[in-house]
């Protein structure tokens, strides 16, 4: 209890005891003991309002305090012989403020001294009175239970308060707490915003059934779309984005990451834009954390760059193929015009059989010429003529025709889709650089192999081989060591496999011979990268 309530009680107390005495038979008298007894009860509470708190609180100081009130209220009752009048009621209030005031312990011993005052006063007062008699064996217990009630009751409430004030505090602090997470999750979102925002690349987030759940300002700006209108929707639902969602639901479906796939998309503006993307899978407890997220790169203005600098080198070789153009041209010409000339002053069907047939082999030479500098000159494929090409059996037309001892491998059917023509003229260029490698005993192997992505046609001979100082110019335009090529030959090849976004190694060594790996990329995978 605290000390202020005490002390309102206890004045309480003292006023009781001031009307006990006032309207008892002797009343309150200056100079009479009974003012005397009031007066210092009434001095008792001022001089405890100035006891410290901290020892005015202390068990055995309050247990003091309440002794002293029951002595007082005896010394009271015995003065005004109260006990005719019922004035040991009084008893009841000291003992209930001690019950309050206190634990069991301590308001059951100033019980205990009450009754013995009690029963000292009613002795004092009948001095024949029995035992027995109700004003004693009713009267004491009924002070004792007093103080029994009193005290658990009080005890109960004192505990229920205690809960109560622990439970508020509880919540207090729980309401601390919770408003100190939420405001650090506010700020790491904020922070996590301000990064995401800040990337360069794109990135989005979605969860397994396709919903977004993460769009930074990059991704908006090549999707040209608005985050505020995105976040919650489906990106199934969003025209343009299919080819990025087919990857995402691969990667999500199989729980393993992309990496470095180019695909492309078209924009809410109509706008097909070419992406190199990444993929990571996220998987959670819950369906609501599992999906995956997406970082891009838009590719548009590297395409342009690479554009421009294939363009640039293509003017770049324009000199040289013009003086290379006017070098090789020149001398099948001369020949077709000199046996041109001969035909007319001759009238022999041997010579003119001879004639013709070197006139024809001039213009082979120029339509071979014009066909390399056209195939190398061609910026990209038509797409209507793509066709599914069985490359086993296009290389197995190619050798056939070619009549050269081939041993081609294979356990499976490598399947691509691009132009026939220009696949064909790949290998037909590759192949005929291996024969022209080897004399008459040559054998070539031809292997088929694959791995995640690729098919890989693997083109071994058993040639002369390829110095380390004309490897470096292997793929250079108007390079060879013929004594008759054109010095396209390999860079057309290159050409056609860049075109396809395909790779190409040669490792070759001198005198042991040559092996050359196409990568082309497989049928589902060409779908998904254009």
Known sequence: MKKNVLLYLRFVLILTTILVITYSK???SLFEPGYAIALLYFFSNVFLYYVSKRIFMKSLVQFCIFLFDVLILSAVIYYVQ???????????????????SQNIAGSIPIAIVASIMY?????????GMSFFDPAILIRIPFLIIIALISSYWSQSTRRASQEKEELERFNRELK??????????????????KIINNVPSGV???RHDGLITTLNREAERVFGLKGDET??????????????????????????????????????????????????????????FSGCVTIFKDLSELKALEEKLRHAERLSYLGKMASWVAHEIRNPLTSIDGFAQLLENTEEKEKIKLFSSEIQKGTKRITYIIDDILAFARTKRQEKKLTDINLKSLIESIVAEMNIDTQIASDNSPIVRGEIESIRRLFVNLIDNSIEAMNE?????IRFSANKHYWITEIVDNGVGISKDNMKNLFTPFFTTKERGTGLGLAIVKKIVDEYKGKIKITS??????TCRVYLLKKSDQKGSK
């Open 119 to 127: 029963g000292w006063l009613t002795y004092q007062s009948n001095p």
């Open 82 to 100: 109260g006990l005719a009048a019922d004035f040991y009621l009084i008893y009841f209030l000291v003992i209930l403020v001690a019950s309050l």
């Open 231 to 288: 976040l919650g929707c489906s990106i199934q639902e969003i025209a343009g984005l299919h080819a990025l969602w087919q990857k995402m639901e691969q990667s999500i479906m199989s729980n393993t990451p992309v990496t470095r796939v180019e695909i492309s998309i078209r924009n809410k503006h109509n706008e097909v834009i070419p992406i190199g993307l990444s993929i990571s899978p996220i998987t959670g407890p819950r369906d609501r």
């Open 509 to 514: 060594e001198v005198d042991k011979g040559t």
């Open 176 to 193: 601390k707490e919770v408003d100190r997470v939420a405001t650090e999750e506010i700020e790491l979102r904020q922070y996590s915003e």
């Open 441 to 445: 005993k040559g054998k070539l192997r």
């Open 204 to 206: 989005i987030a979605v």
């Open 26 to 28: 002797r009343g309150l």
